[in-house]
């Protein structure tokens, strides 16, 4: 069936380096990724999306690129920041059943000083 | 950016008493969706509704559970009777249109039946 796979779940980094969270998916269907961030005790809240192969995408310093010959959509920023913990979750929305999220187990990143 | 609000944030409960969660969606928003996280383990979808309706539910979404927006208020997950595999946190999520399109979350509520 239908699949997010994200093979850490905890990222520990000193403040200034860079990070690539892992996001592989399985689907039959054209796949729409989405990264959304949740920080302790708040809501999810999207960080990236992206349908078109091969494009990377922005936001807050974060980015990513949808590949669909290996089926990744990995999370990278150049420089984490203390603000930058929290939990990260890749998750895929596809044609097949509408609009429903499949998330994947969630990397927790945790940034020290 | 767009805010759903979820009430309570917490709620404790004994086995099969009822529970409702509310959502306050996103004012012009017309997709719905419940979303269940096991402590340690990731989101799973329960149901999305549009237009007064069900569209999809998962196998999660057992018979006690129902949903509702009534009068264009609260989007609602009530669980008649309780299970102690009840306890979780339930996301409500929105959206403007379905499809592709990005779905806004609320904070949770904590639900522990005991």
């Known amino acids: 069936g239908d699949s997010v796979t994200q093979t850490e779940g905890l990222v520990t980094l000193t403040k200034g380096l860079p990070v690539m969270l892992n996001c592989t998916y399985q689907?039959?269907?054209?796949?729409?990724l989405f990264w959304y961030v949740q920080h302790l005790n708040e809501a999810p809240k999207l960080l990236l999306k992206?349908?078109?192969?091969?494009k990377r995408t922005e936001h807050q310093g974060f980015y990513a690129t949808l590949h669909k010959s290996s089926s990744s959509f990995h999370l990278q920023k150049s420089s984490v920041q203390l603000s930058d913990s929290a939990l990260y979750f890749c998750?895929?929305?596809?044609?097949?059943?509408?609009?429903?999220?499949?998330f994947g187990t969630g990397t927790l990143l945790s940034v020290k000083p | 950016g767009p805010k759903v609000l979820q009430i309570p944030s917490h709620q404790i409960i004994d086995m099969g008493q009822m529970v409702t969660l509310n959502c306050d969606p996103v004012?012009?928003?017309?997709?719905f969706y419940w979303y269940k996280q096991i402590l340690g383990q990731q989101m799973e979808f329960l149901v999305n509704f549009y237009n007064g309706k069900v569209m999809e539910k998962s196998k999660l979404f057992k018979d006690q559970f129902s949903v509702e927006r009534p009068d264009g208020s609260y989007f609602t997950l009530k669980i008649q009777p309780t299970a102690l595999e009840d306890s979780a946190v339930y996301f409500c999520?929105?959206?403007?249109?379905?499809?592709?399109?990005?779905?806004?979350f609320g904070p949770g509520t904590r639900l522990l039946v005991l």
């Open positions: 992206s349908s078109t192969d091969n």
């Open positions: 689907t039959t269907y054209s796949p729409f």
């Open positions: 004012s012009n928003h017309l997709y």
């Open positions: 998750a895929l929305i596809y044609g097949g059943s509408g609009n429903k999220l499949i």
């Open positions: 999520a929105s959206s403007s249109t379905g499809g592709m399109y990005t779905q806004y």
